[in-house]
């Protein structure tokens, strides 16, 4: 059975750092990253990597946070830092594995505070 555990979420104020985390286990991953909604808004992209280290970032995010993975724990990490209030939303851990099966994790919330 396939699950991705997320944790790292909370609240932080404007110009904090946080870092999410997630697990996955069940199946070895392709490509891992991370998608954030906000209310009323569409699922956009935060940033993925792939297994052998390549990484995409969205434009909002590069500069500020960086992705990075141990394939041997199938986990992927990621670190934010000079957080805006914009960037509230939950935080959902995305996988795609080698059959090119996608899988999402539950969401975890990220709150900025100004």
């Known amino acids: 059975q396939v699950q991705l555990v997320e944790s790292g979420g909370g609240l932080v104020q404007a110009g904090g750092s946080l870092r999410l985390s997630c697990a996955a286990s069940g199946i070895v991953f392709s490509i891992m990253g991370w998608y954030r909604q906000a209310p009323g808004k569409q699922r956009e992209l935060v940033a993925w990597i792939a297994r052998g280290g390549i990484t995409e970032y969205a434009d909002s995010m590069k500069g500020r946070c960086t992705i990075s993975r141990d394939n041997a724990k199938n986990t992927v990490y990621l670190q934010m830092n000079s957080l805006k209030p914009e960037d509230t939303a939950v935080y959902y851990c995305?996988?795609?594995?080698?059959?090119?099966?996608?899988?999402w994790g539950q969401g975890t919330q990220v709150t900025v505070s100004s």
């Open positions: 995305y996988l795609r594995a080698i059959n090119a099966a996608e899988y």
